[in-house]
């Protein structure tokens, strides 16, 4: 075998690896989600279920890509949408978890004080 198969042979395994981990941690996210869901306030589900779909939609697209289906032609429009509102529906998703939580503190010190 010559040594730039072998580097094409790396970086497929490679690639296969980083989605499989990168799908478990969505896998991972969903249950997590479902396990507690109903504990946690609509908003921030919402929020959620959001980020899931977008992060969903990235990899499928990876993944049809990795398995070269669809001719060839390699769409990014989703992967695309991840990075550029992902970290925004990320920051969102924290600002409404931190709210809850403060919100939390407040009425208990407000009710033991």
């Known amino acids: 075998?010559?040594?730039?198969?072998?580097?094409?042979?790396?970086?497929?395994?490679r690639n296969h690896h980083d989605y499989r981990q990168a799908w478990n941690a969505m896998?991972?996210?969903?249950?997590?989600?479902?396990?507690?869901?109903?504990f946690i306030p609509e908003e921030i589900s919402t929020l959620m279920i959001s980020l899931r779909d977008l992060y969903k939609s990235a990899l499928i697209e990876r993944q049809m890509e990795?398995?070269?289906?669809?001719?060839?032609?390699?769409?990014?429009?989703?992967r695309e949408k991840l990075r550029?509102?992902?970290p925004e529906l990320i920051d969102r998703l924290e600002a409404a978890v931190k709210k809850r939580l403060w919100t939390k503190v407040r009425i208990?010190?407000?009710?033991?004080?």
């Open 84 to 86: 550029t509102e992902g």
């Open 1 to 13: 075998m010559r040594a730039s198969d072998k580097n094409k042979t790396y970086q497929d395994i």
């Open 108 to 113: 208990d010190n407000e009710n033991t004080g």
């Open 27 to 38: 896998v991972e996210f969903e249950h997590g989600r479902q396990k507690v869901g109903i």
């Open 66 to 78: 990795l398995e070269k289906v669809g001719g060839g032609g390699r769409s990014h429009e989703n």
